[in-house]
């Protein structure tokens, strides 16, 4: 298999690309440096999508540590940092997925994360606000 | 090599790091000062140490950067902004000093 990386497509001397990982470096040939660029753009905008939601999940600990709320909230803000930390690494594997099928000059992979992301985000609307609606209730 | 700029591509990659690791160092800050309320001192700890790699990264980039232009990192706009950034993380300090 390895064989292929040395293929027509190879530009450049193969003996001093030390660029890593290999998994990645290692196959096909450089594609146009811009869509190198936008797939590293894209990974950094799920990593930040991913520290968006760790930072939900701390601002919400910390509400709950000054104010006494119950426990239903210590439980999403854990929800959301867990989640934001899958997202994270979940855009480490997608770029690698996307700039080897860039190198391979393959159709792009799917993006993985964004229904999980979509279905996490409405779950955790319908509960905060199933959450107000029960609050609501209460004082009425 | 020097002269590809189809949409300052570059660029856009380059402040896309910046943001990046700005918010990294802001939620690294904020989950320290967290963590240093609830008397979690291994937290702060490595929250601490995020916060400052994220800087490092954050200038580690630009110095890169700006040694591939032939400039000084240190612009104008750079030092004034420090200076802000500084002010604001002192001011920051104090505030939750006096809070608790």
Redesign the interface.
């Known amino acids: 298999m390895s064989e292929s990386s040395a293929g027509p497509g190879s530009s450049g001397e193969p003996g001093d690309d030390e660029r890593r990982p290999r998994a990645v470096y290692g196959v096909g040939s450089d594609p146009d440096v811009r869509f190198s660029l936008a797939n590293e753009r894209t990974a950094l905008a799920w990593v930040r999508t991913g520290l968006s939601l760790v930072a939900g999940g701390v601002a919400l600990t910390t509400l709950a540590s000054f104010a006494d709320l119950p426990w239903v909230i210590d439980v999403i803000a854990l929800v959301a940092c867990l989640a934001g930390g899958a997202l994270a690494l979940s855009a480490l594997f997608s770029w690698r997925r996307a700039e080897r099928a860039l190198r391979l000059d393959l159709p792009l992979p799917a993006p993985v994360a964004l229904p999980w992301l979509v279905i996490g985000v409405v779950v955790l609307a319908l509960v905060l606000a199933g959450y107000a609606v029960f609050e609501l209730a209460g004082d009425l | 090599m020097a002269r590809?700029d189809?949409?300052l591509?570059?660029e856009?990659?380059a402040l896309?790091?910046q943001?990046?690791a700005l918010?990294?160092a802001?939620?690294a800050l904020?989950?320290a000062f967290?963590c240093l309320?609830?008397n979690f001192p291994i937290g702060t700890g490595i929250a601490a140490l995020v916060a400052v790699g994220a800087v490092v990264v954050l200038f580690g980039a630009r110095g890169r950067a700006a040694r591939r232009e032939g400039v000084s990192p240190w612009t104008p706009l750079t030092r004034i902004s420090l200076l802000i950034g500084a002010t604001a993380v002192l001011g920051g300090v104090l505030a939750l000093l006096i809070l608790f």
């Open positions: 590809r189809p949409g591509q570059p856009r990659t896309s790091w943001r990046t918010s990294t802001l939620v904020l989950l967290a309320k609830g």
